[in-house]
């Protein structure tokens, strides 16, 4: 059975700092894509960074790109997502994803099949 869950998530300060970390369990985690998302109230859930499965190339949204670090711990099955100079857009509930298995990478909701339950991260102005 997959699971993926989140922690880590919380309140900072504008400027400040956090790491979101996704434990998974039942994945074929090396083929597979993974990635994170993240959800604002009254908005569509949208795609934040992830890492295709061949060579491990990282692709991140141009919102977040040179604040944001995607990477992952292949011994550990787990995913983290390094969060710095965050900014109150930033506010949103923070979905681990990943893909089937041997799947071409698109950086969107449906090229991702399997969901963490979320964790919020709130950043304070």
């Known amino acids: 059975q997959v699971r993926l869950v989140e922690s880590g998530g919380g309140l900072v300060q504008a400027g400040g700092s956090m790491r979101l970390s996704c434990a998974t369990s039942?994945?074929?985690?090396?083929?597979?894509?993974i990635g994170w998302f993240r959800q604002a109230p009254g908005k569509e859930r949208e795609f934040v960074a992830a890492?295709?499965?061949?060579?491990?190339?990282?692709y991140y949204a141009d919102s977040v790109k040179g604040r944001f670090t995607i990477s992952k711990d292949n011994a550990k099955n787990t995913l983290f997502l390094q969060m710095n100079s965050l900014r109150p857009e930033d506010t949103a509930v923070y979905y681990c994803?990943?893909?089937?298995?041997?799947?071409?990478?698109?950086?969107?909701?449906?090229?991702?099949?399997?969901w963490g339950q979320g964790t919020q991260v709130t950043v304070s102005s």
């Open positions: 994803a990943a893909s089937r298995p041997l799947a071409g990478l698109q950086t969107a909701v449906v090229g991702f099949n399997n």
């Open positions: 890492i295709h499965w061949i060579g491990d190339q990282l």
């Open positions: 039942g994945l074929a985690f090396s083929r597979q894509n």
